[in-house]
């Protein structure tokens, strides 16, 4: 069975991560009248280019080491996207409520008030918005393209932005409030009550070919900026 590598990303910073839905479509040409018919069946999958920056020895020799441990393609990298697109929580309340556009005085107050500067009878108002990870509604099977999400993250994620479920990696097309439409199609079935990864989605992947990971050493100390091809893995 194959192991499931994680970068260390502090240690191994990336200055590019980029992925692309790619697909296998069949085309016979164009006929006598010039039209031409091109079938296409469902075989989505991600392939990606994460590019690294020039590497430290201590990166260097983490790198040289994860490039021991894939053992060319028969192993899994499992990377971690940092999804600037969406709205996410890092860690830094205050932060995630400026970005959520929560004013420091409704932060202060402990709840948001109404648009006129009002709040109920008792002195109280809405609740601030919840910054955990956004959960699955209901069961999904494996296939479906649209998916309903509970939770402030998942009622705001933004089209464009990543998501991810069991390592799975999808991209929003659509959101009305909670009701998600993404890409590619559900790998595997979900139930309902399954954690969704909105601020740090995740993708299991192998490198496209055997030499994507060569850590390049330049006079015997630092490491050359390295660009890695990979894509994704379906092993679970």
């Not at 069946?41 to 590019?51: I, K, P, Q, S």
Request: one cysteine or more.
């Amino acid at each position: 069975m194959a192991t499931v590598i994680d970068i260390d990303a502090d240690l191994l910073r990336r200055a590019h991560e980029n992925f692309w839905l790619d697909l296998d479509d069949v085309s016979y040409g164009a006929g006598v009248d010039g039209r031409e018919q091109v079938v296409f069946t469902e075989n989505r999958r991600w392939v990606g280019r994460l590019d690294f920056v020039r590497m430290r020895p201590a990166a260097l020799r983490y790198a040289v080491v994860i490039g021991d441990r894939l053992r060319g393609r028969a192993n899994i990298l499992r990377v971690t996207l940092r999804n600037h697109r969406a709205l996410r929580y890092l860690g830094d309340e205050a932060k995630f409520y400026s970005q959520a556009g929560i004013s420091d005085a409704d932060v202060a107050a402990g709840h948001i008030r109404f648009d006129d500067g009002t709040s109920f009878d008792d002195g109280t108002g809405f609740a601030l918005p919840d910054y955990e990870e956004p959960t699955v509604v209901a069961d999904v099977d494996a296939g479906v393209s649209e998916i309903c999400m509970r939770g402030y993250l998942g009622r705001n994620i933004a089209v464009g932005s990543f998501f991810s479920v069991n390592d799975f990696l999808y991209r929003v097309e659509a959101n009305a409030h909670g009701k998600i439409s993404f890409n590619p199609p559900l790998r595997q079935a979900v139930k309902a009550g399954a954690q969704v990864n909105v601020s740090y989605p995740t993708v299991q992947v192998r490198l496209q070919s055997q030499s994507d990971w060569r850590p390049f050493c330049e006079y015997f100390r630092n490491g050359q900026p390295m660009t890695v091809n990979v894509t994704e893995a379906f092993d679970r």
